[in-house]
């Protein structure tokens, strides 16, 4: 028996990002609401710092890697994954340490405080991504939103939840912090779950 044909899978798909972007965007815009309540602007203020100083970081966060592997055909398919899978968790952890180490330059550059030790939390989020970008990838090569939406919308569930509640229990910025850090988890829990692969402790220098 054949499965689905690739324009089945790409309308299914297609459904599936839309309705993962839509639903996301409202729930995001609940969760918000209700921080907003509970929280002060400085509060939103200084997560906010504390995002765009890393910013400068996250774009390099996989060097394109993960796009390769999706563009990338069959032949020696494992072997690539695993080269990306490798690299990319490498990459992730030497930025999470370099983000970590400028929790004080962002401190005094933007003169709040707090921000010493809100950025090396925040910085964990490199190497959280890094572990599940691979798995990412393979779902979108193989068209499975299905799957990317599941996560995707782990995520946000789970990061409103947690910042409301630490909210509400008086964590102040805090809140934002766990609660993001917290939905990162759960997302790459959700794409290691549904996808199979696994990886293993090799690469190749010619495949990256």
Same mark, same amino acid.
């Given at each position: ?5 690739? @324009? *089945? =899978?790409t309308i299914r798909?297609?459904l599936?990002?839309?309705g993962?972007?839509? @639903?996301? #965007?409202?729930l995001? $815009? +609940? ?5 907003? #309540? ?6 939103? @203020?200084l997560?906010? $710092?504390?995002?765009?100083?890393m910013?400068?970081?996250? *774009? ?5 890697? *993960? ?6 055909g ?5 072997? %690539? !994954?695993?080269?990306?899978?490798v690299w !990319? ?19 005094? &550059?933007? /003169?709040?405080?707090? $921000?010493?030790a ?7 989020? &490199?190497f959280?991504q890094?572990?599940?970008? *691979?798995h ?11 799957? =990317? !939406? ?7 569930v789970? =990061?409103? +939840? ?8 008086? &964590?102040?910025?805090?809140?934002? +912090?766990? @609660?993001?850090?917290? /939905?990162?988890?759960? %997302?790459?829990?959700?794409l ?7 990886p293993? #402790? %090799?690469?190749?220098r010619?495949? $990256?």
């Amino acid at each position: 028996m054949t499965g689905p044909s690739i @324009g *089945t =899978r790409t309308i299914r798909g297609m459904l599936w990002a839309y309705g993962s972007y839509i @639903g996301g #965007r409202l729930l995001v $815009l +609940v969760s918000t609401a209700i921080l907003a #309540r509970l929280l002060t602007p400085s509060d939103f @203020g200084l997560v906010a $710092l504390a995002l765009t100083f890393m910013a400068f970081l996250d *774009t390099v966060k996989d060097l394109g890697l *993960t796009q390769a592997l999706i563009g990338a055909g069959s032949e020696e398919a494992e072997e %690539r !994954t695993q080269t990306v899978f490798v690299w !990319t968790v490498a990459l992730g952890t030497v930025l999470a340490i370099v983000a970590a180490a400028c929790g004080p330059l962002a401190a005094d &550059f933007f /003169g709040h405080e707090s $921000l010493t030790a809100i950025v090396p939390v925040l910085a964990i989020n &490199f190497f959280v991504q890094a572990l599940g970008a *691979t798995h990412d990838s393979l779902a979108r090569k193989e068209l499975d939103y299905r799957t =990317r !939406t599941i996560s995707d919308m782990g995520d946000v569930v789970i =990061r409103g +939840v947690t910042g409301i509640v630490l909210a509400l229990l008086g &964590f102040g910025a805090w809140a934002l +912090v766990i @609660g993001y850090l917290v /939905g990162s988890i759960i %997302r790459t829990a959700v794409l290691w779950a549904k996808i199979p692969w696994r990886p293993q #402790r %090799r690469f190749s220098r010619a495949h $990256l």
